[in-house]
């Protein structure tokens, strides 16, 4: 009795809905849409395979994402580069014009220096209006 109970018990697990994987098994009762997380058996092939596509779609929406990203931050390489060059050409124009600025400097002082030190008994213009007034 107790082995025939026993096969019984067997063959009732083994044809009931837990062992089959019937999926209506993880259904709640109370709402229909919810599944019961302790009866639960696992997507069927269609909800796996939207999964799947899903997926695909997801990484090729990544890729154009991260492709446009490249893009952007390539562009903005290109501006900080271009802004780079124009502060190196502009912090050269400041150079040159301080070098311009302080030989002119320099070139000022030294004609300040010739025309008060050196040439101070220089000949004026008037000096040569005196000759060739009179004929011989």
Same mark, same amino acid.
């Not at 008060?116 to 000949?123: G, P």
């Given at each position: ?36 997380? =302790?009866? %639960? ?7 796996? /395979?939207?999964?799947?596509? &899903?997926?695909? !779609?997801?990484? @090729? ?15 903005? =390489?290109? %501006? ?7 502060? /190196?050409?502009?912090?050269? &124009?400041?150079? !040159?014009?301080? @070098? ?37």
């Amino acid at each position: 009795m107790t082995l025939q109970d026993n096969i019984e018990e067997i063959q009732n697990h083994l044809a009931s809905d837990i062992l089959t994987e019937n999926a209506e098994v993880g259904r709640s009762y109370i709402a229909p849409n919810r599944l019961r997380p =302790d009866h %639960y058996k696992g997507m069927p092939i269609e909800q796996q /395979q939207a999964i799947i596509l &899903e997926q695909a !779609v997801q990484r @090729e929406v990544k890729l154009t994402m991260a492709a446009a990203e490249k893009d952007i931050n390539t562009s903005y =390489d290109v %501006y900080a580069e271009s802004v780079r060059k124009m502060g /190196q050409y502009t912090d050269a &124009e400041v150079r !040159v014009m301080e @070098e311009n600025l302080q030989l002119a400097a320099s070139q000022s002082a030294s004609k300040s220096f010739l025309t008060t030190q050196v040439y101070k008994n220089s000949v004026d213009p008037s000096f040569f209006d005196q000759f060739g007034k009179t004929s011989r």
